[in-house]
């Protein structure tokens, strides 16, 4: 993908409409009744939990937002060479991968 995310990149890029969801994010989305804007308006107004830099598949970043009922949601995005955002998977933050909306829980010590 394309160059470096940034939560003020993230919400240009959503304001001049330069935005897509990959085939699978939407799916996710879709799954718990969240639309693609809805979303995307949740992640341009969101914080970066984590970044990415050095994803083999190009620059990206874990992107939490707030949905208009309430639910936290994660995102996880990346430009694309031409600087358009995508949305590459979204997911709802829960147990057992994640105690909080921030804190992912501890992994498994078998595991």
């Known amino acids: 993908m394309g160059r470096l995310v940034s939560a003020e990149a993230i919400g240009e890029a959503v304001r001049e409409g330069r935005w897509s969801m990959s085939y699978h994010a939407h799916g996710r989305a879709g799954k718990r009744r969240i639309g693609d804007e809805e979303l995307v ?60 909306e921030r804190t992912r829980a501890p992994r498994d010590k078998e595991g």
Not at 57 to 80: E, Y
Not at 83 to 98: C, H, Q
Request: charged share 25%.
């Open 41 to 100: 308006l949740a992640l341009a107004g969101g914080e970066i939990l984590e970044d990415y830099p050095d994803d083999p598949r190009g620059a990206s970043a874990l992107v939490l937002g707030r949905i208009a009922d309430g639910r936290w949601v994660h995102g996880v995005c990346a430009f694309d060479p031409g600087g358009d955002l995508v949305v590459i998977t979204t997911y709802v933050p829960e147990l057992p991968k994640w105690l909080d």
